[in-house]
């Protein structure tokens, strides 16, 4: 009800933004933006840190000995790949993909279940860049996706969706559709998401609905049940994001450059493309948390198993939200690491033991043969 209210809300706002000029609309957005999306204790003062000892069940980087240690990262070159004709018709026609083997883009993949790799948004493929070859040390196969209107995907067929069924609307927007799309144009029957910030939320969502296709999770710096700092107050934050996904297109060179201003203050990179800054739009609408806490239901009810990670100097989710996430999960988490620094890209700092430990658990998911030789891609 609360989303359907804002829908109305923003039509009644933009009907009246039409009226004044794009200055005004400028200043207005900016205001709005900085403060819905922001936390108020970024303006002021940086995010404490947050001490105290872990609930039982969740490892610390000491107790497993871990050390901060990434080597080169992977050289990347996405390919665009048919997604041929299935059921998801706002998927474009084509999406930029990376794989371990040329096999699996080509739909023949024949051996272990292989990782699905989930970006979060702004995001792409390369996010994962100091991860991937310590996978291919380990010879778990991989597939990254760039979703659609990010990294070097196009955008998708239908970019506007404020009236579909709630369910539907946040599974098109956070991308979960696109995972499936995937899936299914290189005939991979069940994989092991891998997913990084929203991309997790991507992730739970369809470990809850599709569980039967997900053999294990590994949700790395991901969101949680309950809006996390970065996007309180929420209710506020998603009509923002319905104001910028529902103005005229002739107002986006005005609007986008607020948007990306406030991205970067939060700590993403400065050079975000404006279809990136679009696509975080929707998909911070769709973030829905109710939604997130079935899905987390679903997933441990259904027997799907989870690899947890995440810092505790990560300064756009407190660590209160990712231990709440591992609590929601219960026994579904075979693994869960609190890490002392890092931040919101655990994945570059931590890129050895974080690909050490996916390995020994990707072994243990079923369906998974005994490892093959490692091989470089």
């Known amino acids: 009800t609360l989303t359907s209210l804002s829908s109305k809300i923003m039509h009644g706002v933009i009907s009246i933004a039409r009226q004044v000029q794009v200055t005004h609309l400028a200043k207005a957005c900016r ?3 900085r403060t819905s999306i922001m936390p108020t204790s970024l303006h002021t003062r940086r995010i404490a840190s947050q001490s105290g000892t872990p609930p039982h069940g969740i490892k610390t980087a000491a107790e497993l000995d871990w050390k901060p240690a990434y080597g080169e990262p992977a050289t990347l070159q ?4 048919p997604m041929g004709i299935h059921r998801y018709g706002p998927v474009p026609e084509t999406l930029a993909l990376c794989a371990s083997h040329e096999s699996i883009l080509m739909g023949e993949w024949k051996g272990d279940v292989p990782a699905v790799f989930v970006h979060g ?3 792409n493929c390369h996010d994962f860049k100091y991860l991937l070859p310590e996978l291919d040390k380990h010879g778990v196969p991989w597939v990254t996706i760039d979703l659609p209107g990010q990294g070097e995907s196009p955008l998708p067929q239908v970019d506007s969706h404020i009236a579909c069924p709630a369910a539907e609307c946040a599974e098109l927007h956070s991308g979960g559709l696109t995972v499936a799309g995937v899936m299914d144009a290189l005939n991979i029957p069940r994989g092991m998401l891998i997913a990084h910030s929203v991309g997790g939320a991507v992730a739970l969502m369809f470990s809850g609905l599709h569980r039967q296709r997900v053999a294990g999770t ?6 949680s049940i309950e809006p996390h700092q970065g996007i309180r107050p929420h209710f506020v934050s ?5 104001f910028l996904c529902a103005i005229p297109r002739s107002w986006h060179d005005v609007v986008l450059p607020q948007a990306r201003k406030v991205l970067t203050r939060i700590g993403f990179p400065r050079n975000i493309k404006d279809n990136e800054v679009m696509m ?6 769709s973030l829905d948390f109710g939604m997130q806490k079935s899905s987390a239901q679903r997933a441990r009810t259904g027997g799907v198993p989870f690899l947890v990670a995440y810092a505790t100097n990560d300064k756009i989710i407190e660590t209160a939200r990712f231990r709440e996430l591992v609590g929601a999960l219960g026994p579904a988490v075979k693994l869960a690491v609190e890490l002392p620094d890092g931040g919101h890209v655990i994945q570059k700092l931590w890129a050895k033991d974080l690909g050490s430990a996916i390995h020994q658990f990707h072994r243990t998911l079923p369906g998974v043969k005994s490892q093959k030789e490692p091989h470089s891609s």
């Open 78 to 81: 996405p390919r665009q790949v």
């Open 31 to 33: 205001t709005m933006l």
């Open 218 to 223: 590994v949700l790395l710096s991901a969101p």
């Open 121 to 123: 948004s702004p995001g």
């Open 238 to 242: 998603k009509l923002s994001s319905h």
């Open 280 to 285: 975080t739009m929707h998909r911070a609408r």
